[in-house]
């Protein structure tokens, strides 16, 4: 049969025990799991809370904004270089071709 535990019961297993002098870590395993997870926990909501906060900012337009001046934005590619380098291309297919259609005839070394 189950023993129905208090709530006084169960936070006395859960807390650290004030009473007991100061261990060192590693000195208490429980000590040091109960530290590791109270800081992971804590991490954890106030990373939540900072992500939440910002979240709110973004969709509400007070952080993060950009105001945009000018309707078309500036070209980011210089016409004349890509027209070079696709001709640049073409003519390493051309090449690549001629040498596919046309191998080279090397002597095989190995013979």
Known sequence: MRKN???KELWAKISIRRKTEFKAVGEKAEHDWHMILSVFTLLV?????????IFVKVHEGKIFTRDIESESAPSLIDKLSLENE???FEERKARFEALRANPPAFPDPSL
């Open 5 to 7: 535990i208090s709530v």
């Open 45 to 53: 909501v106030v990373s939540l809370a900072v992500n939440l906060y």
């Open 86 to 88: 696709i001709e640049h």
